[in-house]
């Protein structure tokens, strides 16, 4: 145990939270060596019972023989020789501590976040900030909702995501002023509390769980005459969250003393494992058109092709439908008409660029950076296959213009690296500009918002992606927050360019086909991620791999993986994950069924006073929203038609839960209120 | 286990899109060149240990996307970087004079004390160069910051460059952990920081660049 350690430190003090890799922005009265060193960021209680922020600068690095084979163990921090080494270095420990910046929590006035929740600033006076810190990896999340579990706090009146602090408290009395509120306990409350808090020290888990059923009752259980009262203040919130945490570190380690808590976390049905089908064939696909060449069944249509693919043999003309560019309810006729209409307006946006003098040219720069970007990008885009490769492949010069075309058809998106590995597998498969261009319009409408300047669209995914591996796979989620990976960055490639750097040619033609089919339900390609990561899940946990590794090990993954077996896993957790009795707003909202409203941390809990993000997610939240419903309307009719789900049924039903789902660190902590009142009775 | 080196150093290559940061590695970490690489999307490493002063040293070379779009991801991986190898490409001035924003990129997001490196890449194009020689040595001496002219191609000075940052990491290294050691030692690292501002940067660029 780390704990014991501690104590060979002569001050006795407690780290009651940490977070590394935090850079010291300024600091009022500090050494102006300390500026801009990173450190870490610490709550830590004195031996006096008194708590304070501590920033510990990081750049003690010293040789650590004992733990070499650690990767970055070799790297030892102050915080880390606190932690794990004793005896001879007390003296440096003395000295570095002369460093470390203190601010008590009792002389805490304000706090900010700022800068996309990256940024955290710090006041003990009014009007002066005395400390700015950058949170350089992930963000100020996690250490906000720690830091709110010390202090009450209120938000500012004046200021955006600034909290004022009402009172240094302990926690009995935000419990007693929190539970007063709520107004739950027939007997006086503040008996209550004391007895509550008392027992929570001798009998953690039963006080716990006893708090908890009988909040989650009122809280979560839908009791109407309680409505106006259901704003449970935030520090009920992180006292239960916190106290499920410590719970919840026992029923992962499967008992605790007084209980067997094994039933405790809701577990996902069985995964259904569904075979894949057989491509769409020509047969087939002819079939399906009517004498002039319409297609009529395109909700059937769409299931085969998500089920097996399509034929290569037909692909050229069935890429055209899935990418927008030829309406399914058009004939040859009028087919023939639009193609002559896109050509034109396809050469005329060429044109544009290509009449551009040499000039115009260079007093244009954001068009000559644009272009010089494609052009290294060309020449960098699958070149070891044969279609792109040698020295002046014509093809090459297709794959330019078209990138140059697009450029004009879209500059506020411009061109931006990724693009030309979206568009070589179609040209390659189509052959002909005109064609790829306007399919490749088509899937850049799907994915634009990948490319944003500000890479909001790239983020939310990341964050999404995190949720529904949260839900589907919580063990691998618990180990990726743990490795500070839980922003998901070591899944950037695959989503920016949908997996198109993870598989070989044939296979990411068979993806991307069963992708723009829609099914079975948005964000799909998500689902896709998580069921890879689920796959490689034992060897991420099981050989403890951390920050470095897990990035390393996804990224090697490149090209080994079984297209097939991915989609038919990724299926199986879309149905267990909508078949989950659990399930919550949160995750339906990314996968685009409508909300129940049962659950209440899919908005409210984002206190964290993050400004655009919040802003872009919710808007988008609601685009997908919108969007998803006409997709569900018409999912709902096979859905129905097969006899395997209702969706109508859940919701009748979803009132009568009897779980509790609670949000700690992005992790979703369920409890099923029943066992809690078995395992108590 | 047996220990398979002494030190674990983390370095860091960017710069502008197509530059050469990928090249570089490629050519550091397996001595080979490839004209049709494919460019960088995210972030990925590769790993050589070198020998330097009969220590084994670990590289961790950290190879990101330069496009600038993507900074907010890339600059996730700056922490606990130790060294940075800033990178243009000699035949496009737009690299070159973004070095500064790189730099700035550095300040807010990396660790004060990371030692810094200027690679102007591609000077085998000679016939297609836009940024002299001198330029870059002018940008370094402004900067302070070691300068090196390389060719992922023709495979020049791309090891120098490396071990000079390595080399120069451990120093300050070794110096940290003295400073942080000796008996009664009160405020280590400030007197490092004294040290330090003797080393000015003039006797290096002599010995820099070979071409
Ligand atoms: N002649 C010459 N070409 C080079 C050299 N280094 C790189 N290149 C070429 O420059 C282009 C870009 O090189 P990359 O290494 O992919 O560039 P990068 O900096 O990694 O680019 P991003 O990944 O987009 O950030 C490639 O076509 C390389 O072949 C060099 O030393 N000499
Ligand atoms: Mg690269």
Redesign the interface.
Known sequence: MSSSSVEDIPDQCKDLFTQ??V?LKSCSGC?I?E????GMLCIVRNPDGTKCIEWR???????D?DT??Q??A??NTIGRRQRTLSGNMT??YA??R??IIKIPLDDLKTFRVSR?NQQMQFSTKHGVWQMIL?F???NAEIFLANLKTHVKTAKSRHERNAYVVVESNTEAQVLNKSFAELDIFTENPTDVVWGFVSNLRQRPYATTMEAFSKLTDIVYNGNEAMNDKRDMSEEVADLLTKSISAMEDTTTTTKSDEYEVISVKPTLPPRPCIPRGTPLSTEKWEGLQDTEGRVAEVDGVKQLIFRGGVAHSIRHAVWKYLLDYYPWNMGHSEIKNLQRRKTEEYFSMKLQWRSMTEGQESRFSEYR?RK??VE??V???D??HPFF?GDNNPNLVVLQDILMTYVMYNFDLGY???M??ILAPILLLLGNEVDSFWCFAGFMDRIAPN?????AG??QQLLHLQQLLTFASPELAHHLAQKDSG?M??C??WL??WFK?EFSHRDIMRLWEVLWTGLPCANFHLLICVAILDAEKDILISKDYGF?EI??HV?DLSMRLDVDKILSAAEGIYHQIVSAQHLTDQIRVIIGLPTVGTTSQTEGDDDSGDESPTGSQSEAASHSRSESTSHLRSEATTVNGNGTENNDQRVLFTPEMDEVTLEYNGLQISIVTKTVWALLA | ?A?TY???FKLLLIGD??VGKTSILFRFSEDAFNI????T?????KIRTIDLDGKKVKL?IWDT?G?E??R??T??????SMGIMLVYDVT?E?SFENIKNWIRNI???????VEKMILGNKCDLDAKRQVSKERGEQLAIEYQIKFVETSAKDSLNVEYAFYTLARDIKAK?EK??EA??P????????QL?ANEQQRKPTSWLSRCSVL
């Open positions: 590394d890799g850079l050494s060596n500026l801009n060193s990173i600068p990081n750049d003690l690095i010293t040789i023989s070499q084979d990767e970055w070799v790297v003296s440096d000295t570095a002369a460093r996309n950058y350089q990896h992930g950076d010089s970007l290294k990008d020449n960098r885009t070149r070891t490769t931006v690296q990724g030309s590995d490319f944003d300047m500000d890479q790239m983020k922003n960055y070591f950037f490639r920016l360019v750097r470095t990035l390393k990224n | 286990m220990k002494d030190y674990l899109s197509g049709s690489f494919i460019s999307i995210g972030i990925d490493f961790q996307a496009q779009r993507f907010t991801i600059t996730a991986y700056y922490r606990g496009n737009k300040e807010e997001n990396a660790s004060a004390d290294m940290k952990q942080s050691n008996p009664g030692a009160r405020s280590g690292a400030h920081r």
